[in-house]
């Protein structure tokens, strides 16, 4: 699951950590092999998601073992 979603200069998604040890690395999107700028943004919107997504895998895990 991802932890710190970003978005990377060819426009995907992916874990902070691991994208910056690519940049580092390589420097190329692992998606389009293109060259990506050192520059990442957060991606809020997943975030939420993944955040949203948890919640309701709680609540589901809560409601079966308790029975509610």
Known sequence: ???C???ASD???Y???AICRVIADSGRSPMTRELLNHCVFPN???KRTIEESD???IKCQKTTVYGR
């Open 1 to 3: 699951r991802m932890k």
């Open 5 to 7: 979603p970003v978005v």
């Open 11 to 13: 426009g995907h998604t």
């Open 15 to 17: 874990e902070k950590e």
């Open 44 to 46: 809020f919107a997943m």
């Open 55 to 57: 919640n309701a895998r």
